[in-house]
């Protein structure tokens, strides 16, 4: 066989490639390394994040520029995660680490800790705490720091991220982390954060104009993920599946729970992806009402990769399960 470069060096068998041609291997070699060097892959800030709802809106203003993995897959409890040792690997080599800051993800200081990279460690440039500049919701009394109430939230309640309008201020904390990380991109990632928080914006005023003939309607949450989530789209909580947070509910608490959704009129349970959907559908079935998965993260429910997707996605499911039930919406004014 003759090489395809014209050589002339002829292959004497496919068991015996001692003699190769190089004439066209070496320039492609060069042209490898020149394009690697250059590519914006190799170029883009590496960030990992403890949620794929983060790793999107780090997506959202970082464009090109930035390459961005996240530890949880989307449909499992952020309160209880195993990072795998590739993650940590990640995460090593990384210049942001951009997480709920609270007691959000309890193993992501570990996980820190294990990776040694001490540019992500708390107080360092390339640990980015979410929580700053979120006004948060059930913040314990001073004083009255305790696990009684349940073994999360200990610090005030760490889903603020299912609020569009919070969206932005989380948008507004990783636009000034890669700001301040890669500053020669500063006016990409400003325009980025204005372009997306204009759609946040107007989004969050659309929905919130869709759930308005069902403001006021109680419903009930597994967990106490929704506190943000409800209050922006006018709804309200009469109480949990989990008797606190983080603790599965026994027999008892579940008649509580088909008592009170009795006597407050409720009909809706609300079920994150991970919890039982089977023991809302008991109680529920019990005042001939309906539980509801809905999208607790970004992606914990195929298709939805985005946070604009998980709450279209949200308040659609649930306008179709109030119907379902029976829940009358108020005629608009
Ligand atoms: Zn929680």
């Not at 690697?36 to 960030?47: C, L, M, N, T």
């Not at 090109?64 to 995460?91: D, I, L, T």
């Not at 969050?204 to 949450?221: Q, Y």
């Amino acid at each position: 066989m003759i090489c395809s470069c014209n050589c002339n060096l002829k292959r004497r068998s496919e068991k015996s490639p001692r003699k190769t041609c190089l004439q066209g291997f070496i320039p492609a070699v060069i042209l490898t390394i020149i394009v690697g060097i250059s590519s914006p892959v190799e170029a883009a800030v590496r960030v990992v994040t403890t949620t794929p709802g983060y790793a999107d809106i780090v997506k959202q203003i970082g464009g090109s520029r930035v390459s961005v993995a996240s530890v949880m897959r989307g449909p499992e409890n952020a309160h209880n995660v195993s990072p795998r040792p590739s993650q940590m690997m990640k995460v090593k080599k990384a210049k942001l680490f951009v997480h709920s800051g609270l007691d959000g993800e309890a193993w992501a200081p570990l996980l820190l800790k294990g990776t040694r990279n001490a540019n992500l460690l708390p107080g360092r440039p390339g640990n980015v705490d979410l929580s700053r500049g979120i006004r948060l919701k059930e913040v314990p009394q001073r004083g009255q720091l305790t696990r009684a109430l349940g073994d999360i939230h200990v610090f005030g309640n760490t889903h603020y991220a299912l609020d569009p309008l919070n969206v932005v201020i989380i948008a507004r904390t990783i636009t000034d982390a890669l700001k301040r990380i890669e500053p020669s991109a500063a006016d990409e990632f400003e325009a980025n954060y204005k372009a997306y928080a204009k759609r946040m914006r107007d989004l969050a005023d659309r929905l919130v104009k869709k759930m308005k003939p069902f403001n006021g309607i109680p419903v009930v949450t597994y967990h106490r993920t929704w506190p943000y989530f409800l209050a922006r789209f006018g709804l309200v909580s009469i109480g949990e599946v989990e008797p606190k947070p983080g603790i599965s509910p026994g027999p008892r608490h579940l008649i509580e729970c088909v008592e009170n959704m009795q006597s407050q009129g409720a009909k809706i349970i609300i079920v994150e992806t991970f919890n039982s959907l089977q023991n809302a559908q008991s109680v529920a079935g019990r005042v001939s009402g309906k539980a509801v998965v809905l999208a607790q993260e970004v992606k914990a429910i195929p298709g939805i990769d985005t946070y604009e997707k998980l709450f279209e996605y949200d308040i659609d499911q649930l306008i179709a399960a109030f119907k379902e039930v029976g829940v009358k919406p108020k005629r608009s004014e």
